[in-house]
């Protein structure tokens, strides 16, 4: 019996995520777990080595893109036909299905027209010149099931069991046969289940946790960033006095300024993380604006907006006290910290903050349909440095938006501001004048704060001497990245 469980251990990776994946649909995935089974199973034209960061071939065999930069021609592998990849981006792009990577095809002047130029050639041509074009490819699935890995069975709430896909293009196979992966919420049983060997990989480790783990690898800062946001849909089902606070750029500084965002990286993060001043990380130094907002009383900013404190409790004009509820995932012990944290701050000011955590997908059902929320504290996961990756976040129209998502017109000028810089520096391969464009988009976020960014965590994984060849990256997902070459082995 034991021979047999080594020969198992042998043939399967196994490691577990935090949610269960809220769709099966590649071109809808949006959730973490969604895309790491994406990621895993899922075929695309080009994959961006996590690594070195560079575009490799995988469906595509090659590309040429034009002079102009507005058109780019892939040739395909046998095992795909122009007219797949084709009919993948008519539905993708088919508002109907309201995909938030469409939102990354989006330019002023119109949005991409995919042709077949012959069963294996495929041209993407898009209506003004566009930058680092070919790096928008690695986040389209093309067809279904053409990744190293499939869907073997299915367990909601339990576990997923991957095996390697015999009909995969690229030889030889994954080394693995299986990967299973479980979900579990608990960090503190993941972690014990990691001692024990029953899971190899940790992919996100909590700050908390990495010190108690002698494998643990820190990669350094990554581009993610954690943040919170106030409901500001005028369709939200909130009162009409919360939904005016948070209306309110003089409101959202003052909670923004009272924030101690060290104190988040030194005692949630126990240093392992940077203070946020906007959407870009320090570290992604070709689009990072230097510089912060001004630092200001946030008392005084309440007061000037007519807000006063009556026996230690913040009230508006109408005498209405401020207080709202804070929704956040649950089983996330780093994100329920920051809130405390968050909570303690902002009652100095005399505003009350009621914490409530849900499970993934009522998350996000209150984010994106329902509206049935007031603010909430969620992160961001960042794999392109460049700025249209965040198209389908900062558009009014996205699905994404945060604060006010799906928009028909953008309802603020600030916002419609913001639409017409984005989508112009999409529009042209020029850096300079994308750097002048993106670098506006990043002081308007100041000088609004829609969104209150408040750090940005570095790349904690912890990996198993049971493994050989994991490589782990500061880019999503971070050890099983090459999943196709890792190797298990006995202890």
């Not at 230690?312 to 089983?331: M, Q, W």
């Not at 249209?388 to 017109?409: C, F, G, R, V």
């Not at 969104?451 to 971070?478: D, E, M, R, W």
Request: proline content about 7%; hydrophobic content about 40%; aromatic content about 8%.
């Amino acid at each position: 019996m034991k021979l047999m469980l080594l020969i198992f251990l042998a043939g399967q990776l196994r490691f577990a995520l935090h949610d269960e994946p809220k769709t099966t649909d590649p071109l809808l995935m949006a959730d973490e777990s969604a895309e790491a089974i994406g990621y895993l199973t899922e075929g695309v034209l080009i994959r961006i080595n996590r690594l070195t960061q560079k575009p490799e071939p995988e469906l595509a065999t090659s590309w040429k893109i034009s002079k102009d930069s507005t058109k780019i021609t892939f040739q395909l592998r046998p095992n795909i036909t122009s007219d797949v990849v084709v009919k993948t981006f008519e539905r993708l792009l088919d508002p109907a299905l309201h995909s938030p990577i469409a939102d990354t095809f989006k330019t002023e002047k119109g949005t991409v027209k995919v042709t077949a130029q012959g069963p294996s050639t495929v041209t993407a041509e898009f209506p003004a010149p566009t930058a680092s074009i070919e790096i928008m490819f690695d986040q389209v699935a093309i067809g279904s099931g053409l990744g190293p890995f499939v869907v073997a069975e299915r367990k909601p709430g339990v576990f997923i069991l991957l095996k390697k896909n015999p009909a995969y293009w690229k030889k030889p196979l994954p080394q693995v046969d299986t990967i299973r992966i479980d979900i579990e919420q608990n960090r503190d049983l993941e972690l014990l289940r990691f001692k024990r060997g029953e899971i190899q990989l940790i992919d996100k480790l909590t700050p908390d946790l990495f010190e108690r783990i002698p494998e643990a690898v820190d990669a350094g800062p990554t581009l993610d960033s954690e943040f919170l946001w106030f409901n500001q849909a005028k369709r939200a089902p909130i009162q009409e006095h919360t939904k005016d606070w948070f209306r309110s750029a003089a409101f959202r500084h003052a909670v923004s300024q009272a924030i101690q965002r060290a104190d988040l990286c030194r005692v949630v993060y126990r240093g392992h993380a940077t203070p946020a001043v906007g959407p870009i990380a320090p570290s992604n130094k070709l689009w990072f604006k230097e510089g912060s907002a001004s630092k200001l009383d946030p008392l005084k900013l309440l007061i000037s907006d007519g807000f006063h404190l009556e026996n230690g409790v913040l009230r508006d004009r109408a005498g209405n006290a401020v207080e709202f509820s804070l929704i956040t995932n649950a089983g996330s012990k780093t994100r329920e910290r920051m809130a405390a944290m968050i909570q303690e701050d902002l009652s100095k000011l005399g505003i009350k903050i009621n914490i409530v955590t849900l499970d993934f997908p009522s998350l996000i059902e209150r984010m994106t349909r329902t509206l049935n929320y007031e603010a909430c504290l969620l992160g961001l996961v960042n794999v392109d440095p460049d700025p249209s990756e965040m198209m389908n976040i900062l558009l009014s129209s996205a699905s994404n938006h945060p604060w006010n998502p799906s928009q028909k017109t953008p309802e603020t000028p600030w916002e419609a501001e913001i639409d017409r810089l984005m989508l112009a520096q999409a529009a042209t391969a020029d850096y300079h004048v994308r750097k002048k464009n993106f670098d506006r988009v990043q002081e308007i976020l100041r000088e609004q704060e829609p969104i209150i960014y408040l750090l940005h965590p570095n790349s904690l994984s912890a990996v198993s001497k049971q493994l050989i060849g994991v490589k782990p990256t500061t880019f999503f997902p971070h050890t099983f990245w090459d999943a196709e070459h890792i190797t298990v082995g006995s202890r």
